[in-house]
C-alpha cells in the first residue's frame, strides 16, 4: 500500500507537473494574445484617429468645392454680363463710326460749297475791280 501511495504520489506529481507546465504555456499564450490585443487596440485608435482627420479634411474640402461652385457662377455671370456690354460696345462704336463718316461727308461737302462761294466771291471782286 505504502508503494501503492508513493505511485499514486508520483503519478500526481508527474501530472501536477504536466498541469503546471500546461499551466506556464497558457499564461505565455494568455499574455502573448494580450500583447498583440494592445497593439491590434493601439492600431485601431491610431486609424479612428486617421480616419478623424479624413473626415475633418473631406469636409474642408467639400466647403472648399461649394465656394468655388459659387465663384465660377459667379464669374460665369459676370462674364455674361460682360459680354452683353462688349457688344452693346460694340454696336455703339460701329454707329459712332458711320456717324463720324456721315459727319466728315457734310464737312467736306460743306467746304466744297465754302470753296465755291469764295471763288464766286473772288471772281466777282475781280470783275468788280476790272471793271470799275
Do not use: P
Not at 491610431?46 to 457662377?73: F, P, W, Y
Not at 459727319?103 to 470753296?115: G, Q
Amino acid at each position: 500500500m505504502a508503494m501503492d501511495s508513493e505511485q499514486k504520489l508520483d503519478e500526481l506529481a508527474r501530472k501536477l507537473g504536466v498541469q503546471e507546465a500546461e499551466l506556464k504555456r497558457g499564461v505565455e499564450r494568455a499574455e502573448l494574445a494580450e500583447k498583440k490585443l494592445k497593439s491590434i487596440e493601439d492600431e485601431l485608435t491610431t486609424v479612428g484617429d486617421q480616419m478623424k482627420q479624413l473626415e475633418k479634411s473631406a469636409e474642408k474640402a467639400l466647403d472648399r468645392e461649394e465656394k468655388l461652385v459659387d465663384k465660377i457662377l459667379s464669374l460665369q455671370s459676370k462674364y455674361k454680363v460682360t459680354e452683353a456690354k462688349f457688344e452693346y460696345g460694340e454696336m455703339n462704336i460701329g454707329k459712332l463710326n458711320q456717324r463720324i463718316d456721315d459727319i466728315e461727308d457734310e464737312i467736306y461737302r460743306e467746304k466744297l460749297k465754302v470753296k465755291k462761294c469764295s471763288d464766286e466771291l473772288e471772281d466777282t471782286f475781280d470783275d468788280m475791280i476790272a471793271n470799275y
